[in-house]
């Protein structure tokens, strides 16, 4: 858990502080920490058929970018469940969305009480992947629609063996869902997606050298960079790409 504490909680503290400094236009590209790039979020707010004041729940929502990008986009009653305290406090400073600090593992929520629900990053950042799966399920109303942004190990990159993380395979992802009573509807690779426009990469990066500036003779923050750096190398090689899932609860 000490490499995910450096990650996802100290990390997200310095990212609210970053982001009070430069402003808030800068809030959802560094509030987006592993989801990629709007058109990754596009794809999958298209896919689930979201509609404006539908209740939505993101788990997993780290700092709160992407539940704040599909606030702004659909006009969704989001909340958001997150492990990290730090992420927590960050997503409710950055963007006031309701937050609450729980893992995906037991989710403070009422069996079938969720018409929709995302998931962006968190499968690889857990090797229990089954236990998540069916805690998702359990949240859903029946037919309710599943999102999941998934950096798996691809069976066309090579020497998965060398992957040394608890990140999922790709060509078992339609066999966990179907054992956690999900209706698959489409699975992509997403490599292709992943590009943002320079006026979103540039704010990430603004906020990420400020925080650089700050904090890198940190132990936490050379943790942090080195397990990104590590995912970043992963999917340059190949070995590891980005897969989005559309799928139904039954
Ligand atoms: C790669 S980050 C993605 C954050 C956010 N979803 C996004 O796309 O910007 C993965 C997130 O999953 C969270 N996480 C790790 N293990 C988890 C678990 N068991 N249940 C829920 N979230 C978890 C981490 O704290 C982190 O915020």
Known sequence: MESNDAEF?????WTAEAVRALGPHHAIPAG?????SPAVLAWLAEALGL???????????????AAAWLSEHYSLRTGCLEPMPGAVEACRSLFGLP????????????????????????L?????????????????????????????ASPAGGEVSSVDTDLPAADALPGMLEDASFDL??????????????SWTD?????????????????????AESGESRLTALLRSGVVRPFLVHARAR
């Open 203 to 223: 704010r990430l990066a603004a906020v990420e050298g400020w925080i650089a500036e700050r904090h890198d003779h940190e132990a936490a923050w050379r943790t």
């Open 99 to 122: 937050a609450a600090v729980a893992t995906a593992h037991q989710l403070p929520v009422r069996n079938g009480a969720v018409p929709t629900l995302w998931a962006l990053g968190v």
């Open 51 to 65: 509609r404006a004041g539908q209740r939505f729940l993101d788990v997993g929502a780290g700092v709160g970018g």
């Open 9 to 13: 909680d100290d990390y997200a503290r």
């Open 32 to 36: 987006c920490r592993g989801s990629g």
């Open 185 to 198: 509807i489409e699975v992509v690779e997403a490599s292709e997606l992943m590009d943002a426009p320079r």
């Open 124 to 152: 690889s950042t857990t090797s229990h992947h089954p236990v998540l799966l069916a805690e998702l399920h359990r949240v859903l109303e029946p037919g309710g629609g599943l999102g999941l942004l998934v950096y798996a």
